[in-house]
C-alpha cells in the first residue's frame, strides 16, 4: 500500500473505541473479562470433547473446531484492543496486513463452519437412523478442511485487493483494529472494484451459508413438530434455539458491514457494530452451544476428578 504521492506507508494510528481516559479504563475491565471468558470457555470445552471418548462424535468435532477457531478469531483483535486502551495505539503497515489477514481468514472459515454445524444438525435430527452413515469420519474432516481452505482463500482475495489502494490524507483508522472496510474509505481511487470483490467473497461466505443455515433449520423444525415426544421435542428446540441465537448474531452483524456499500460517514457506528461479531459469539459459543450440555457437564466433572487424582 502506498501514499497518493509514491511514499511508501509504514505505520498506522488507531483511534480505538474512545479517547476519554475514564471510559479507556471502564472499556479495559469489561474487554478483559469478556476475553478472559472467551479463552476459558473454549479451552475448557476443547479439553472436555479431547477428554471424553463419548464427546467424539460429529457435533462435538465442529464444536471444537469452532472453539479454536474463536480461540483465534478474539485473539487476533482483542489483545490489541486492550493495549489501545492503556499504551500507544501505532500498528506497522505489516501488522496491519497480517491482522486483517488473519482476522477474515478465521471470520470466514467460522461463517461456512457455522453452516456446516447446521447440515450436521439437519441430519441428525431429520434423518436420525443414516446419521452415522451420512457424518462418518472421512465427511467431517473434509468438511473441516473446506471450511478452512475457502476461508483462507476468500481471505486472501479481501486483503489484496484491499491493500492494492492507495490512500491519501491522515493515515489514522477510526477503528480498533484494521478492517477492510475501514481503510477502504481512506482510499484516493475509486473503490467500486475491491467493493464487488469483497461484496461477492460476502456472497459467498455470509449470505449463501446463512440462507442455507435458515433453510437447514425451517426443515428441521417441521420435523421437530412432527416429534410424539414432548421431551424429545424440548431437548431438540433447546440444542437448535442456541444455534439460532450465534447464527443471527454473527451472520446479521457481519452482513451489516461487509454487504453494503462503504460509507465514508459511519465509522464509529461501525466500530460498535464490529463490537458484536468479533467480541460477542467467540465468548457466548461454548456458553450457549455445549457448557449448559449434560454430556459436556459430565465429560468436564471427569476431567476435574481426574486432576484431583493425580
Same mark, same amino acid.
Given at each position: 500500500m502506498e501514499k497518493k504521492n509514491g511514499s511508501l506507508l509504514t505505520e498506522f494510528l488507531l483511534l480505538g473505541l474512545s479517547e476519554d481516559p475514564d471510559v479507556k479504563i471502564a472499556l479495559f475491565v469489561f474487554f478483559l473479562v469478556m476475553y478472559l471468558v472467551t479463552a476459558s470457555g473454549n479451552i475448557i470445552l476443547?479439553?472436555?470433547?479431547?477428554?471424553?471418548?463419548?464427546?467424539?462424535t460429529p457435533m462435538y468435532f465442529f464444536l471444537v473446531n469452532l472453539s479454536l477457531l474463536d480461540i483465534c478469531y478474539s485473539s487476533v483483535t482483542v489483545p490489541n484492543m486492550l493495549s489501545q486502551l492503556l499504551t500507544k495505539r501505532t500498528i506497522s503497515f505489516t501488522s496491519c496486513a497480517a491482522q486483517m489477514y488473519t482476522y477474515l481468514l478465521l471470520g470466514c472459515s467460522e461463517c461456512v463452519l457455522l453452516a456446516v454445524m447446521a447440515y450436521d444438525r439437519y441430519v441428525a435430527i431429520v434423518f436420525?437412523?443414516?446419521?452415522?452413515?451420512?457424518?462418518? =469420519?472421512? @465427511?467431517? %474432516?473434509t468438511l473441516a478442511v473446506f471450511c478452512w481452505t475457502s476461508g483462507s482463500a476468500m481471505s486472501f482475495l479481501d486483503t489484496f485487493f484491499t491493500l492494492q489502494l492507495p490512500l491519501c490524507g491522515s493515515y489514522v483508522i477510526n477503528h480498533f483494529f484494521c478492517e477492510a472496510?475501514?481503510?477502504?474509505?481512506?482510499?484516493?481511487?475509486?473503490?467500486?472494484?475491491?467493493?464487488?470483490?469483497?461484496?461477492?467473497?460476502?456472497i459467498f461466505v455470509l449470505l449463501f451459508p446463512s440462507l442455507f443455515t435458515l433453510l437447514s433449520y425451517v426443515r428441521i423444525i417441521v420435523t421437530i413438530v412432527g416429534i410424539r415426544s414432548s421431551?424429545?421435542?424440548k431437548k431438540a428446540?433447546?440444542?437448535?434455539?442456541s444455534h439460532l441465537i450465534v447464527v443471527t448474531i454473527f451472520y446479521g452483524t457481519a452482513i451489516f458491514m461487509y454487504m453494503k456499500p462503504v460509507s465514508k460517514n459511519s465509522s464509529n457506528?461501525? =466500530?460498535? @457494530?464490529? %463490537?458484536?461479531?468479533?467480541?460477542t459469539p467467540p465468548m457466548l459459543n461454548p456458553l450457549i452451544y455445549s457448557l449448559r450440555n449434560k454430556d459436556v457437564k459430565i465429560a468436564l466433572n471427569k476431567v476435574?476428578?481426574?486432576?484431583?487424582?493425580?
Amino acid at each position: 500500500m502506498e501514499k497518493k504521492n509514491g511514499s511508501l506507508l509504514t505505520e498506522f494510528l488507531l483511534l480505538g473505541l474512545s479517547e476519554d481516559p475514564d471510559v479507556k479504563i471502564a472499556l479495559f475491565v469489561f474487554f478483559l473479562v469478556m476475553y478472559l471468558v472467551t479463552a476459558s470457555g473454549n479451552i475448557i470445552l476443547v479439553t472436555a470433547c479431547v477428554y471424553d471418548p463419548r464427546l467424539h462424535t460429529p457435533m462435538y468435532f465442529f464444536l471444537v473446531n469452532l472453539s479454536l477457531l474463536d480461540i483465534c478469531y478474539s485473539s487476533v483483535t482483542v489483545p490489541n484492543m486492550l493495549s489501545q486502551l492503556l499504551t500507544k495505539r501505532t500498528i506497522s503497515f505489516t501488522s496491519c496486513a497480517a491482522q486483517m489477514y488473519t482476522y477474515l481468514l478465521l471470520g470466514c472459515s467460522e461463517c461456512v463452519l457455522l453452516a456446516v454445524m447446521a447440515y450436521d444438525r439437519y441430519v441428525a435430527i431429520v434423518f436420525p437412523l443414516r446419521y452415522t452413515v451420512i457424518m462418518k =469420519k472421512s @465427511v467431517c %474432516v473434509t468438511l473441516a478442511v473446506f471450511c478452512w481452505t475457502s476461508g483462507s482463500a476468500m481471505s486472501f482475495l479481501d486483503t489484496f485487493f484491499t491493500l492494492q489502494l492507495p490512500l491519501c490524507g491522515s493515515y489514522v483508522i477510526n477503528h480498533f483494529f484494521c478492517e477492510a472496510t475501514t481503510l477502504i474509505k481512506m482510499a484516493c481511487v475509486d473503490t467500486f472494484s475491491t467493493e464487488m470483490v469483497i461484496f461477492s467473497v460476502g456472497i459467498f461466505v455470509l449470505l449463501f451459508p446463512s440462507l442455507f443455515t435458515l433453510l437447514s433449520y425451517v426443515r428441521i423444525i417441521v420435523t421437530i413438530v412432527g416429534i410424539r415426544s414432548s421431551a424429545g421435542r424440548k431437548k431438540a428446540f433447546s440444542t437448535c434455539a442456541s444455534h439460532l441465537i450465534v447464527v443471527t448474531i454473527f451472520y446479521g452483524t457481519a452482513i451489516f458491514m461487509y454487504m453494503k456499500p462503504v460509507s465514508k460517514n459511519s465509522s464509529n457506528q461501525d =466500530k460498535m @457494530v464490529s %463490537v458484536f461479531y468479533t467480541v460477542t459469539p467467540p465468548m457466548l459459543n461454548p456458553l450457549i452451544y455445549s457448557l449448559r450440555n449434560k454430556d459436556v457437564k459430565i465429560a468436564l466433572n471427569k476431567v476435574i476428578q481426574g486432576q484431583i487424582c493425580h
